[in-house]
């Protein structure tokens, strides 16, 4: 579950860029207030958590019809185009900036100091400088956080891996989200006595040599929440079949994919979470919003992919199959 705030989780069709709005009553002589959302990439994480947003706010009656609109914007994963958009959505002086993903909330909080921020899909506030503490982040922003279950996940490896020695990872460090990440990730591998390597990728186009270039390497591939990786995770895929090495994911999308497992959060449930929060600012009149707190997913769900496990040459503990929430 998320903390702090419940209600409905729509799955359904994917809404790109539209005209959605608003929240309480309508009123034909109020002036129309925009929302401008700046995604900073396209991959299936940060889709769920939209698409679980707008479906979530178009529940709440963000429409049109009283008195929203929403202006959607998608960097390609170009931070200097993420700033760009910011700077735009300041200019064009929409009343709120929605942001997916930390190089987007990171513009976002940049280009404005006065227009609320409301930031999802973040792996650490703190550590990325979108946030003074979780509880009270401060200024003009707030949001969501996605960050994953860490310590579920490596002891995972370890247990259906038990002769693992060393783990590859492959990051983008430009990605303040993945040093955050890592933060995390490092104590938790060294605890389970497990050594890492760390491959550096600029763009997901290198994730491809960069797999490779781990065979013969490591025992196993963990990805972490790293937007670079999860937007190529296909290829970490194919590289780990053709050479049976044990990849692990942090999300569910990259198991259904062709992960072995993981412990991970539910994206539509996180977009959700912070469409409520969208609604909470604008439904409450709520002026210092760096006063509301963080929300945090807490509630993670194991997935199995049983035929990556085969094809990787892993076996799957009955066990642990009848815990899972979902065996593909």
Not at 27 to 36: E, F, N, R, V
Not at 136 to 157: E, M
Request: with cysteine; glycine share 8%.
């Amino acid at each position: 579950m998320i903390k702090g705030l419940t209600g409905t989780i729509f799955t359904g069709m994917m809404l790109a860029a539209l005209f959605l709005t608003g929240c309480g009553e309508s009123d034909s002589s109020a002036k129309m207030k925009t929302i401008g959302i700046n995604q900073y990439m396209e991959h299936p994480l940060l889709e769920q958590a939209r698409e679980g947003m707008m479906l979530e706010l178009n529940k709440l009656g963000i429409n049109e019809q009283n008195g929203y609109k929403i202006i959607y914007r998608n960097a390609g994963g170009d931070q200097p185009t993420a700033v760009q958009i910011s700077n735009q959505l300041v200019n064009q002086k929409v009343d709120m900036i929605v942001a997916i993903a930390t190089p987007a909330a990171q513009s976002a909080c940049k280009a404005t100091k006065t227009i609320p921020v409301i930031y999802t899909t973040i792996t650490d506030p703190v550590a990325s400088g979108l946030a003074d503490s979780e509880n009270a982040p401060g200024g003009n922003k707030t949001g969501v956080s996605d960050r994953w279950p860490y310590d579920k996940q490596i002891a995972l490896i370890k247990k259906l891996c038990p002769d693992a020695k060393t783990v590859g990872i492959i990051l983008n460090p430009s990605e303040s989200n993945s040093e955050a990440s890592m933060k995390y990730i490092r104590p938790e591998l060294k605890k389970n006595g497990l050594k890492w390597l760390e491959v550096p990728v600029a763009n997901s186009s290198e994730v491809m040599g960069a797999a490779r270039s781990l065979v013969g390497r490591c025992d196993a591939i963990y990805s972490p929440p790293d937007n670079t990786v999860v937007a190529a995770a296909s290829t970490l895929v194919k590289v780990a079949n053709e050479n049976k090495i044990p990849f692990f994911a942090g999300n569910v999308s990259t198991v259904e994919l062709g992960a072995i497992a993981t412990y991970g959060n539910n994206y539509y449930q996180i977009g959700a979470a912070t469409a409520r929060l969208i609604a909470k600012v604008f439904k409450e009149n709520v002026k210092a919003v760096g006063s509301l707190p963080v929300i945090v997913d807490s509630d993670a769900e194991l997935v199995i992919n049983r035929s990556a496990a085969q094809k990787q040459g892993v076996k799957i503990p009955e066990e642990l199959l009848k815990q899972a929430k979902k065996v593909y």
